[in-house]
């Protein structure tokens, strides 16, 4: 007895039946749109309302400090005001006996403020002391600024040539597209918000940067592999069933990262805070990114199955008299 083939069976394309296919590019309009907003807000926010910076790039004074006894930061920061540091910044290292303070450049010699900052966070019953003191003037820190913002330019090209020769140029168009959206997000919200942006916040985009492209390059192997077995399928559910098999390991990454970002920003100190948090909004943005701005954009630019098949030419061809 011949079984007779419905259309549901033949758009599994030799995959079980009970396996769906999530129609991921159903609102890729939509998602590029809400995309467009939400970058053009972002570099709005940038334009307008900056980045706090912090002392890594603007320059200043910080230094590590060691109590007897658990202190208070608020006493620690009137201290420093009575001594002449204004605009002192203190966060715990772990806990409320070891501090770290930042301040505005000081027009005092390394040496003689080492003493000073000594004598100035003193308590009174709790003693306090100062184990490093680093000092970064202004042109460093402007020139941290400008270093930074070339390792980012610099990652972004690294990428699109290695997405390019490992897999095809339109996705690897698609793949810097998504991690320049996610790293505008990422600034947009510090400059929103007015988070503190210092190099530890960097190290974060730069990390989110890997996350993201990893999650590309995912599924762009997917695609190809898929383009090369699959035939019959159009572009668009091609790419369907590579994110629909890819689904779960993208979920299992970004919870396993979410839970150790999570822990970071509770447990973690003030030191990694703003780290986690950047790492916190990347996540989302980064596994958003992969897939309606990474292969959306491929495929809206014409992403077929010719793009991974080596064309064999004839070595020789026939004249024709």
Known sequence: MMTKVTQQDSKQYGRPDDAKIIPFMKIA????????????????????????????????????????QPANQ?????????????????????????????????????????????KAVQLPNN????????????????????????????ALILMLIYVTIRFEFKLAMG?????????????????????????????????VIGFSLNDNI???????????????ATPREIVDIALTETLRRTIHTSMTLLLVVLAMMFLGGDGLHWFSVAMFV???VGTY??????????LWRGLNRQDFIVQVKPEFEDEIP
């Open 175 to 207: 793949a810097v597209m998504s991690l320049f959206h996610d790293i505008i997000i990422i600034i947009g919200a510090f400059a929103l918000f007015q988070w503190p942006f210092d190099l530890t916040v960097l190290a974060a985009v730069l990390a």
């Open 29 to 68: 309009k939509p998602a590029a749109i809400f995309s467009i907003l939400i970058t053009l807000a972002s570099i709005f926010f940038i334009a307008t309302k900056g980045l706090n910076l912090g002392l890594d790039f603007t320059g200043g004074v910080s230094a590590e400090l060691n109590y007897a």
């Open 127 to 154: 003693a306090a002391e100062v184990h490093k003191v680093d000092s970064v003037g202004g042109q460093v820190g402007n020139e941290l600024y400008v270093r930074s913002a070339g390792a980012v330019a610099l």
């Open 289 to 298: 990114s992969s897939i309606y701005i990474g292969t959306a954009f491929a």
């Open 74 to 118: 608020s006493e620690v920061i009137q201290a420093l005001d009575k001594a002449g540091f204004k605009d002192a910044v203190v966060q715990t290292l772990g806990s409320n006996k070891d501090l770290l303070v930042r301040m505005p450049v000081q027009e005092v010699k390394v040496e003689d403020l080492n003493n000073a900052i000594t």
């Open 218 to 232: 995912v599924v762009s192997d997917r695609i190809r592999e898929n383009f090369r077995k699959i035939r019959g």
């Open 282 to 284: 990347g996540v989302f």
